[in-house]
């Protein structure tokens, strides 16, 4: 398997741009981990969408995997209790 490429939605800069800058490293090394895998352990596939997630910390990653171009959309980032309501 190849690696993928990973883009971004533009509301991420937003959504990432209000947290700590100590969880904002966390988050995008965690990110940057999916290249090799996107769907490694701790990756949980959402019911009713072909989205996935992962933790880091109490942050949620949500992402789409495109297989057929190798490319990770990164969706959403946010608190634990409030990323799934406006995905």
């Known amino acids: 398997m190849g690696n993928y490429r990973i883009t971004f ?3 991420v800069a937003k959504d990432l741009k209000f947290l700590p800058k100590s969880d904002v ?9 999916l290249a090799e895998d996107p769907r490694r352990v701790g990756a949980i596939k959402l019911s009713g969408n072909e989205l996935y997630r992962i933790r880091q910390g109490l942050y949620r990653i949500v992402y789409e995997i495109k297989d057929h171009e190798l490319i990770i959309l990164v969706i959403k980032v946010g608190h634990r209790s409030d990323v799934y309501k406006r995905t």
């Open 9 to 11: 939605k533009k509301s």
């Open 25 to 33: 490293i966390k988050i995008v090394a965690k990110i940057d981990t």
